[in-house]
Nanobody, 119 residues
């Protein structure tokens, strides 16, 4: 099994920046695609950004040019640098990973970290 733990959330003013991290731990696994999702109160969870193992990235339109997703395969860690934050970015942010464990691919979620942007 793989455990994902996010860190770095908090309160920031409109226009500010935050950096999120997500560390994966477990035994004998290999991370494939990883991503950040978010869920605001009363809204569905949405994909924010995704990065393949090779480093190919995709972003939801609303964060393009402001957020940067990255990963360190050696450390089994992913990051989300969030700049020019807006009130509408307020949400619980979840990291997500597809991982190979004993030749099978599984999906994993972190418990989430709160990001609050004050207007």
């Amino acid at each position: 099994q793989v455990q994902l733990v996010e860190s770095g959330g908090g309160l920031v003013q409109d226009g500010g920046s935050l950096s999120l991290s997500c560390a994966a731990s477990g035994s004998s696994f290999r991370l494939n695609d990883i991503a950040w999702y978010r869920q605001a109160p009363g809204k569905q969870r949405e994909l924010v950004a995704r990065i393949t193992r090779e480093g190919i990235t995709t972003y939801v339109e609303s964060v393009k040019g402001r957020f940067i997703i990255s990963r360190d395969n050696a450390k089994n860690t992913m990051y989300l640098q969030m700049n020019s934050l807006k009130f509408d970015d307020t949400a619980v942010y979840y990291c997500y990973a597809k991982a190979i464990v004993r030749m099978y691919e599984y999906q994993y979620w972190g418990p989430g970290t709160q990001v609050t942007v004050s207007s």
